[in-house]
């Protein structure tokens, strides 16, 4: 069976980093604003947020027993080809490509030219160009060249080298949870804000109950937490990986839920709710009314560096997907090709980059959110629930924090994930549609280019 030719040179302190990295950024940093809006109550803010963690954590605990038998790059892909077959396992990493890692890279590139738009006005969504172009409408603006800037910036730094991307992946994720903590400590101890502002009900701007729009709202907090199950695509290049990929997938996900609470109770501490209502940059918002405008500045900067970590996490660990199915004749060989001094993905780093820049022209911030949301929680639905079918294989090692009370932990993972998909193609018919309309893409090219190619087998353990 072939080896890989990716180097095992990851750490528990490098995969956690990757971990914190994809799960700290974009969603924390801009969504509560929405949140406000939906639910117009600052506890329930706090408790969706508190949900996610929950459900992140069963995740997390799902995905290590699954990591553990099946130690190879690719995440979901290993996970529902190892399940499902192999059909489905294509549909996986063919999401991935534009919904799990490309649009999400955009987002959080937006992000960026959002938070620096506190220091050069002309970057604010306000200042955007469009031009319909046919059925598609071409955003241009100083946000977009910015965005795709950063995009091409961490593209090429990933072709040079994994190594040298983590060591920058490190700092910038050291950064980032300093950031927060001072943020989090000074906020409540020396900010001027109001703890009234738990009490002060908000104006809800959606139509819908509480309690759907709490089951919709959750797609937002999933977006959030989306990376808990981050270290699993680089599962090729951890050393020692059945100890390593549990403790940073567990260590990881319940830090950045420790962070987010301390957060969110900040971000109202600082602002009241209908303050923040559709505001994207909700962390410089409450900075400014916690520090005042000079202060506030340091936090938007630092906030910005914050959002720059998730891009290179996301950088790092989407190529590997589409790597790994292109070395098991599931993808578009390009995908394999390993640079000769390098030793990286390039092709794939390289094709990545440029949807991600596509996407910013073409998209806004929020409908690549809600897209994004539906085609990840789908996806690790059926991770999730593939491990019904594989614990009934010989050899199968369980993880004894998953094994609790089983089935509880995958099967309340699942039949909450079933729950919120349901109300979202009845609810967000547009994004939901869009999504189901990428797999349909996908599905039609596996058939017609890729059902009849012969798969390679890789070993399942190590």
């Known amino acids: 069976m072939p080896q890989s030719k990716l180097l095992r040179e990851l750490g528990v302190f490098s995969a956690t980093a990757i971990v914190v990295s994809n799960m700290i950024g974009t969603g924390i940093?801009?969504?509560?604003?929405?949140?406000?809006?939906?639910?117009?109550s600052a506890w329930l803010v706090v408790a969706i947020w508190f949900a996610g963690a929950v459900l992140a954590l069963a995740g997390a605990l799902c995905y290590s027993e699954l990591g553990i038998n099946?130690?190879?790059?690719?995440?979901?892909?290993?996970?529902?080809?190892?399940?499902?077959?192999?059909?489905?396992?294509?549909?996986?990493?063919?999401?991935?490509?534009?919904?799990?890692?490309?649009?999400?890279?955009?987002?959080?590139?937006?992000?960026?030219?959002g938070y620096l738009a506190y220091f050069f006005p002309a970057?604010?969504?306000?200042?955007?160009?469009s031009i319909r172009a046919g059925f598609l409408t071409l955003h241009l603006g100083p946000a977009q060249l910015v965005a795709c800037a950063v995009?091409?910036?961490?593209?090429?730094?990933?072709?040079?080298?994994?190594?040298?991307?983590?060591?920058?992946q490190?700092?910038?994720?050291?950064?980032?949870?300093?950031?927060?903590?001072?943020?989090?400590?000074?906020?409540?101890?020396?900010?001027?804000?109001?703890?009234?502002?738990?009490?002060?009900?908000?104006?809800?701007?959606?139509?819908?109950?509480?309690?759907?729009?709490f089951l919709i709202s959750l797609v937002w907090v999933f977006f959030g937490y989306s990376g808990w199950n981050a270290a699993t695509y680089v599962a090729e290049e951890l050393r020692d990986p059945e100890r390593t990929l549990p403790r940073s997938l567990l260590a990881g996900t319940a830090l950045v839920a420790v962070l987010?609470?301390?957060?969110?109770?900040?971000?109202?501490?600082?602002?009241?709710?209908?303050?923040?209502?559709?505001?994207?940059?909700?962390?410089?918002?409450?900075?400014?009314?916690?520090f005042g405008p000079a202060v506030a500045g340091a936090f938007s900067a630092l906030m910005a560096l914050a959002l720059l970590s998730t891009v290179n996490a996301m950088t790092?660990?989407?190529?590997?997907?589409?790597?790994?199915?292109?070395?098991?004749?599931?993808?578009?060989?390009?995908?394999?090709?390993?640079?000769?001094?390098?030793?990286?993905?390039?092709?794939?780093?390289?094709?990545?980059?440029?949807?991600?820049?596509?996407?910013?022209?073409?998209?806004t911030f929020e409908s690549l959110v809600q897209y994004v949301g539906f085609s990840l929680w789908l996806f690790t639905m059926l991770a999730v629930l593939g491990l019904f079918r594989l614990r009934r294989r010989p050899g199968w090692k369980s993880l004894p924090a998953a094994n609790v009370a089983f089935p509880l932990i995958p099967g309340v993972y699942v039949a909450i994930s079933a729950w919120v998909l349901i109300y979202m193609v009845l609810l967000r018919p547009k994004e939901s549609g869009l999504g189901l309309l990428t797999m349909a893409g996908g599905a039609l090219i596996y058939l017609l280019a890729l059902r009849r190619k012969p798969a390679v087998r890789r070993a399942t353990t190590l």
Request: glycine share 14%; aromatic share 14%; with cysteine.
């Open 29 to 40: 940093f801009t969504t509560t604003g929405f949140l406000a809006g939906d639910l117009g």
């Open 70 to 113: 099946f130690p190879r790059s690719g995440g979901e892909y290993v996970y529902l080809t190892e399940a499902w077959g192999p059909g489905w396992g294509f549909l996986t990493g063919w999401v991935s490509f534009f919904a799990g890692f490309s649009a999400p890279i955009a987002a959080g590139a937006l992000a960026v030219a």
């Open 123 to 129: 970057l604010k969504a306000s200042e955007i160009g």
């Open 151 to 168: 995009v091409l910036a961490f593209t090429t730094l990933n072709v040079f080298g994994l190594l040298r991307a983590a060591r920058i």
């Open 170 to 213: 490190n700092v910038l994720t050291t950064l980032k949870i300093i950031t927060i903590v001072c943020f989090i400590v000074l906020g409540a101890s020396f900010g001027h804000g109001d703890w009234g502002h738990f009490m002060a009900a908000g104006q809800r701007t959606s139509p819908h109950s509480l309690g759907v729009q």
């Open 260 to 290: 987010y609470a301390g957060l969110n109770i900040v971000f109202i501490y600082g602002a009241p709710l209908d303050a923040m209502k559709g505001v994207v940059g909700v962390g410089s918002l409450a900075a400014q009314s916690l």
């Open 316 to 363: 790092i660990i989407g190529p590997r997907v589409y790597y790994a199915m292109a070395e098991n004749g599931a993808f578009f060989r390009a995908a394999e090709r390993i640079h000769p001094r390098w030793n990286t993905p390039w092709v794939a780093i390289g094709a990545q980059g440029a949807c991600c820049c596509v996407l910013i022209i073409t998209g």
